[in-house]
């Protein structure tokens, strides 16, 4: 179970010259997933660099955030050539955990972004933001991450220490923009005050930031995983709606074009 939670061990089968790359700084993580490696397949180009970046992350190598600009910029071609739905069948098939959830909820804010008519500029913004907001995950152990119950009190405080640790590791990393480290820190903060970690409410919260919180949650409940199917589309965007008031109404509204998307 714990091999799962970083997707880059659950794609290193594929014949793709940097995804072998990625094989040889994973050997450790590729035994224990041997026997449950997925079938050969095409590997998007967007999605090797991505298992790259963290693989270096949770290895304690720099970020580079050429990584995540070719990363972001190759998703954005693929949601805007093929749509939303292609993009999310083919990263909820061929991989798992964080790096599943990472590659969806790139896919939804950027399908969200170009929808509600963001700028070139904008959504590069909000797709790169999106790209690294749960980096700090490649720093929470595996067994917490990847856990299929519940988690304890303790597991519950470690995990919500991921956005600090995110913007920690990217906050010094040259060229990174103020947008992507806003929506790495706070992507976990609702509007009505009772998000983490700092508590921000309302107006604070910037307009990236609550289509970023929106596409991340709903990422989270369409994705598969080895303990849960994944939810249909029309329920996650039900639950989305129950949250109106921790989330802005317009916007919620504005999304289910997105999230209802054939
Ligand atoms: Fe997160
Ligand atoms: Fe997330």
Redesign the pocket.
């Known amino acids: 179970m714990q091999a799962h939670a970083l997707g880059a061990t659950a794609i290193i089968s594929r014949p793709k010259e940097a995804i072998l790359k990625v094989a040889q700084i994973e050997e450790a993580e590729t035994a224990k997933e041997e026997d449950a490696a997925p079938p050969a397949v095409e590997t998007d180009e967007g999605v090797a660099v991505f298992a790259s970046m963290f693989s270096n992350v949770r290895h304690g190598r720099p970020l580079k955030l050429v990584d995540a600009q070719r990363a972001t910029s190759k998703i954005i071609s693929r949601v805007g050539k093929d749509g939303l739905s292609t993009w999310l069948d083919e990263v909820r098939r061929y991989h798992e955990g964080?790096f599943q959830?990472?590659l969806l909820?790139t896919g939804v804010a950027v399908a969200f972004g170009l929808d509600v008519g963001f700028s070139g500029g904008d959504v590069s913004r909000l797709g790169i933001a999106a790209t690294l907001?749960?980096i700090g995950?490649a720093r929470i152990p595996l067994s917490i991450l990847d856990k299929p119950g519940r988690l304890d009190p303790e597991e519950e405080e470690i995990i919500r220490r991921h956005p600090a640790i995110g913007y920690d590791l990217l906050k010094g990393v040259s060229g990174i923009s103020p947008e992507t480290l806003d929506g790495v820190r706070h992507?976990?903060e609702y509007l009505d005050g009772s998000g983490y970690p700092d508590g921000l409410s309302g107006s604070q919260i910037s307009d990236l930031v609550r289509l970023l919180t929106i596409s991340?949650?709903f990422?989270?409940l369409v994705e598969a995983r080895p303990y849960k199917p994944p939810m249909a589309r029309q329920d996650a965007y039900q639950i989305l709606c129950g949250m109106e008031g921790k989330l802005e109404g317009a916007l919620l509204r504005a999304f289910r074009k997105v999230a209802l998307a054939a």
């Open positions: 964080t959830h990472c909820v907001h749960d995950k992507h976990h991340d949650i990422a989270a």
